[in-house]
């Protein structure tokens, strides 16, 4: 079993940064995609970004627009969204999540995810 715990999250103002960070405990990681989604009241979980444990390969949400990075440091077992630029609109709840399903924007395919970590931009 995986277990993951989101931090990091806060309010800040429109432009502002925000660092999350997941920190991973359990069992090995290898094949597995860690990935970020977040959500709001009354919409579908939608894919921020992902990373292979293993590899470097990233992927990212079509509204990141090269304002978001994922990153991670396996030998503290944390991965990290660096969150620049932010708007109004990417207030919400951001989750962590674990899997090793190919299909890496579908949340369906994740098996373990935190308890997320809100983010509120103001405008």
């Known amino acids: 079993q995986v277990q993951v715990a989101e931090s990091g999250g806060g309010l800040v103002q429109a432009g502002d940064s925000l660092r999350l960070s997941c920190a991973v405990s359990g069992r090995s990681l290898h094949g597995y995609v860690m990935g970020w989604f977040r959500q709001t009241p009354g919409k579908e979980r939608e894919f921020v970004a992902a990373i292979f444990w293993s590899g470097a390969n990233t992927f990212y949400g079509d509204f990141v627009e090269g304002r978001f990075t994922i990153s991670k440091d396996t030998a503290k077992r944390t991965v990290y969204l660096q969150m620049n630029s932010l708007k109004a609109t990417d207030t919400g709840l951001y989750f962590c999540?674990?899997?090793?399903?190919?299909?890496?924007?579908?949340?369906?395919?994740?098996?373990?995810w935190g308890l997320g970590t809100q983010v509120t931009v103001s405008s």
């Open positions: 999540a674990s899997g090793r399903d190919s299909n890496i924007p579908n949340p369906r395919g994740y098996t373990s």
